[in-house]
């Protein structure tokens, strides 16, 4: 796993490994579909597997959220506003700032994922977004373990039944929301893109958009903390960056739907 920071350094990895830059192996991941009968999904799979799905997602992924900016916009006001609310209640004094920016995260990638309903629909179905954040963190953290242990004895951990039953319940709240947005075909989401073109089997699709719901607890909350953090720390920064899309964005109607920042 590498951190990169300079364009150059960029340059030099994609002329190392070309068009197929390979994954570290998350054997606990790896083993765990293999023994389901699930693919790699994007997560975990190289070659020319990765690249076409890889094609499949980033087109619409890109596509999906600029209809859905306004939504978005929405969640970000909602969110705000709870946060303010929160602090008020605690005498202005510290409070958590994780729980908040972890919701938004699942909230605004589920809402691209699975459509504007994704929030009233997850919790119709009887999960909330913390059981499933806190399953996928609780993951992480046992996935450490799992790395470290030799896959010939793998199975053996502790870990790896904890591993399997989390997995499972993540895999399984993933199929119960497609079903419950399986109809729609008038939603602008992921799910619905996927659906109609079914350019991805059935199993590709629990797969993919699991993985892409993870991820927004892990590495998309991760991200916006510390996006927030550096901008609390450099708050001219902030009119620079909105000057900078402005700039770029300016006859862009998506731009224009942001009539938070305008």
Same mark, same amino acid.
């Given at each position: 796993?590498?951190?990169?920071?300079?364009?150059?350094?960029?340059?030099?990895?994609?002329?190392?490994?070309?068009?197929?830059?390979?994954?570290?192996?998350?054997?606990?991941?790896?083993?765990?579909?293999?023994?389901?009968?699930?693919?790699?999904?994007?997560?975990?799979?190289?070659?020319?597997?990765?690249?076409?799905?890889?094609?499949?997602?980033?087109?619409?992924?890109?596509?999906?959220?600029?209809?859905?900016?306004?939504?978005?916009?929405?969640?970000?006001?909602?969110?705000?506003?709870?946060?303010?609310?929160?602090?008020?209640?605690?005498?202005?004094?510290?409070?958590?700032?994780?729980?908040?920016?972890? @919701?938004?995260? #699942?909230?605004?990638?589920?809402?691209? /994922?699975?459509?504007? $309903?994704?929030?009233? *629909?997850? =919790?119709?179905?009887?999960?909330?977004?913390?059981?499933?954040?806190?399953?996928?963190?609780?993951?992480?953290?046992?996935?450490?373990?799992?790395?470290?242990?030799?896959?010939?004895?793998?199975?053996?951990?502790?870990?790896?039944?904890?591993?399997?039953?989390?997995?499972?319940?993540?895999?399984?709240?993933?199929?119960?929301?497609?079903?419950?947005?399986?109809?729609?075909?008038?939603?602008?989401?992921?799910?619905?893109?996927?659906?109609?073109?079914?350019?991805?089997? @059935?199993?590709? #699709?629990?797969?993919?958009?699991?993985? /892409?719901?993870?991820? $927004?607890?892990?590495? *998309?909350? =991760?991200?916006?903390?510390?996006?927030?953090?550096?901008?609390?720390?450099?708050?001219?920064?902030?009119?620079?960056?909105?000057?900078?899309?402005?700039?770029?964005?300016?006859?862009?109607?998506?731009?224009?739907?942001?009539?938070?920042?305008?």
């Amino acid at each position: 796993m590498v951190f990169l920071f300079e364009a150059d350094d960029v340059e030099k990895l994609k002329a190392a490994e070309g068009r197929y830059p390979q994954h570290v192996d998350f054997k606990h991941l790896r083993r765990h579909r293999e023994d389901q009968g699930y693919p790699k999904g994007l997560l975990i799979s190289n070659d020319n597997e990765w690249l076409c799905q890889r094609r499949i997602l980033s087109n619409p992924m890109m596509l999906k959220i600029g209809h859905q900016i306004k939504h978005l916009e929405e969640i970000t006001l909602k969110t705000l506003t709870n946060a303010v609310e929160d602090y008020t209640v605690n005498g202005f004094g510290r409070f958590e700032v994780e729980p908040i920016t972890r @919701d938004f995260a #699942i909230n605004a990638f589920g809402s691209v /994922l699975y459509g504007n $309903s994704f929030e009233s *629909t997850f =919790t119709q179905n009887g999960k909330t977004m913390q059981e499933f954040a806190e399953k996928a963190k609780n993951n992480f953290d046992d996935a450490k373990k799992l790395l470290i242990t030799p896959e010939c004895i793998m199975k053996m951990h502790p870990a790896w039944k904890r591993h399997n039953n989390r997995w499972n319940f993540l895999l399984k709240t993933t199929m119960d929301m497609i079903e419950r947005h399986s109809n729609d075909t008038s939603d602008c989401s992921i799910l619905s893109h996927l659906l109609q073109n079914r350019k991805l089997n @059935d199993k590709e #699709i629990y797969i993919n958009l699991t993985d /892409l719901l993870v991820a $927004s607890i892990d590495t *998309t909350n =991760t991200t916006l903390q510390w996006c927030l953090y550096e901008l609390a720390c450099h708050p001219a920064a902030q009119n620079t960056i909105i000057s900078e899309a402005e700039m770029i964005l300016k006859d862009d109607q998506v731009w224009r739907r942001l009539t938070w920042i305008n």
